[in-house]
């Protein structure tokens, strides 16, 4: 790819959310990829915030939900008198 | 219990009752997204039996409309969708989060600039870890709930339940580009809160005489 159509630090920052949740095409990202190889600042900077978003997500999905006691059971049965109307 | 009789043999899904879905396809699927619905009720009705009351209102309302499913696409945003609907056709007005910090006007990058400046870890591979961890699911959880609804709503949507921006868009029923909104600045409010839960704990001061220490 032509230098010329490379994106600027701000022009990668701008997508920085989309690149982090693959939201974006795979040619942005690949300018992205090859603005951050070549721009030790911005990639020390999506680095941080994908740890932090990797970080977040983890410590959130370690929270257990159970379900109280009987949900369940009142769920099927009122879907079994649902369909036996 | 009773009301749990013969549920393993009478599956109370008629065939011709759930569209697209195979004959009893509707109560597996169902089942198998029971506990993070009740999950997220919890987060929008902030009460266990007003959750409990949402979770069994929507199973009712989704059997009712299974034949709008398709098959193939995401049964639990299906779901959360209409678990949605059901909550706001209750509540109409939003509750307020009580937010302890400031959250107006959060700069970009907040975590990163206030790690750098504190001496806390801001390069390598997984720079936010320690901070995170430290921070531990509880509080994490705590700070999510402090950011305005709306903003915590889509948040806890994409980091607990891993949706794609238009998974997010249809559960709550807004377009795709007012999820990216939402979601850019809800991270950038998380930071802020976290930073200042951080601080508050004495994590911050923890970490930085670690990072002194040779």
New interface residues.
């Given amino acids: 790819m032509s230098h010329l159509t490379r994106f600027t630090s701000e022009e990668a920052?701008r997508r920085l959310?989309?690149f982090l949740?693959r939201?974006q095409s795979a040619a942005e990202t690949e300018l992205v990829h090859e603005h951050l190889e070549i721009c030790a600042g911005c990639a020390?900077?999506f680095?941080?915030?994908a740890?932090?978003?990797?970080?977040?997500?983890?410590?959130?999905?370690?929270?257990e939900?159970?379900?109280?006691p009987?949900?369940?059971?009142?769920?099927?049965?009122?879907?079994?008198?649902?369909?036996?109307r | 219990?009773t009301?749990?009789t013969d549920?393993s043999t009478?599956?109370?899904?008629?065939p011709a009752?759930v569209g697209g879905l195979a004959p009893g396809g509707?109560?597996p699927l169902?089942?198998a997204v029971?506990?993070?619905a009740?999950?997220y009720a919890?987060r929008l009705a902030r009460n266990?039996a007003d959750a409990?009351d949402l979770?069994?209102d929507a199973?009712?309302l989704a059997?009712?409309a299974a034949h709008t499913f398709e098959p193939g696409t995401n049964f639990k945003a299906w779901f959360f969708q209409i678990l949605t609907r059901c909550f706001y056709a209750r509540h109409r007005r939003q509750q307020r989060r009580p937010t302890t910090v400031d959250l107006e006007d959060t700069p970009?990058?907040y975590?990163?600039s206030r790690?750098a400046a504190a001496g806390l870890p801001?390069?390598?591979?997984?720079?936010?870890?320690l901070?995170?961890?430290r921070?531990?699911?509880?509080r994490?959880?705590a700070a999510?709930e402090q950011l305005p609804e709306e903003y915590g709503t889509v948040c806890?949507l994409y980091?607990?339940e891993?949706f794609?921006?238009h998974e997010i868009a249809a559960v709550l029923g807004i377009p795709v580009g007012t999820v990216?909104s939402r979601?850019?600045r809800g991270?950038k409010m998380?930071?802020k809160v976290?930073w200042h839960v951080a601080e508050e704990a004495g994590i911050v001061r923890d970490l930085a005489h670690r990072e002194e220490r040779p």
């Fill in positions: 920052f959310d989309d949740d939201e020390r900077e680095r941080f915030e740890s932090v978003l990797r970080g977040v997500r983890a410590k959130l999905r370690q929270i939900v159970t379900l109280p009987g949900l369940r059971d009142r769920v099927l049965a009122a879907l079994a008198a649902e369909g036996a | 219990m009301e749990s549920r009478a599956s109370p899904v008629a009752e509707f109560e169902l089942l029971l506990s993070p009740f999950g919890l266990r409990e979770v069994q199973s009712l059997f009712r970009d990058l975590l990163y790690s801001w390069e390598g591979e997984d720079p936010a870890s901070l995170i961890d921070l531990g699911s509880e994490v959880e999510i806890a980091f607990t891993d794609a921006y990216r979601l850019h991270r998380l930071q976290l």
